[in-house]
């Protein structure tokens, strides 16, 4: 018999899944929730968003011109914050596609496990270290005193097997990522998208509620 595997090379699909508490929403195939209205388009707002948790917004002044809120999901603890500059309605796309056509995601959850934000840092570091199919340069960042780790973005291949046999690679251009763990609420932050990781750091930093 022969078999067909299609596979992004990023980081790890654990690690993705840690961000939004177990649903693999980042990847090519990934959305999280029903939270969609007969249009098909997402909530454009967190107003009817009900969660045990704060959730921090960036300040838009800090995005790259004309982005703004665009789209809300949702599911268990995690909700998931879709910026662009462009309307994303009808959704029609992954969210992954979402970003590779230039949102910026923000993805925040509740974590229990963690206790401060130096565990996460360490944990984080020490993972991608040991991973042997990290591409991307992790780096320690700080945000506003919280400890997590970011990447700019990189070159990612794009690998299709046929029986556990590589028949063809293609470079693809992987997203940029900062996450942290916010020491004052308990939550993890993830912010994604095809920038610099100079930019994804100051909109972590402006995040407020």
Not at 44 to 66: C, E, N, R
Not at 147 to 157: D, Q, R, S, Y
Request: aromatic share 8%; net charge negative; hydrophobic share 40%.
């Amino acid at each position: 018999m022969v078999t067909m595997e299609r596979r992004k090379i990023v980081l790890v699909a654990v690690i993705l899944s840690a961000v939004i508490g177990g649903a693999v929403i980042l990847a090519n195939t990934g959305r999280l929730s029903q939270a969609a209205n007969d249009d098909a388009c997402m909530l454009k707002t967190l107003d009817s968003v009900v969660t045990d948790f704060p959730v921090k917004q960036p300040d838009t002044s800090s995005m790259p011109a004309g982005f703004q809120l665009e789209g809300v999901d949702y599911a268990g603890r995690t909700v998931i914050m879709f910026y662009a500059d462009h309307s994303l309605c009808p959704l029609t796309e992954s969210y992954g596609g979402l970003i590779d056509k230039g949102a910026i995601v923000i993805s925040v959850n509740k974590s229990d496990e963690i206790k401060d934000s130096i565990q996460f840092q360490n944990q984080e570091l020490e993972y991608y270290a040991n991973n042997t199919e990290t591409l991307a340069k992790v780096e320690p960042i700080t945000v506003n005193g919280n400890k997590g780790i970011g990447w700019e973005p990189f070159n990612g291949t794009d690998t299709v097997r046929i029986d556990g046999n590589i028949v063809k690679q293609e470079p693809i251009k992987m997203p940029g990522w900062v996450r942290f763990y916010d020491d004052q609420d308990g939550t993890i932050y993830g912010i994604r998208g095809h920038q610099p990781l100079q930019v994804l750091v100051k909109i972590a930093e402006s995040l407020h509620r």
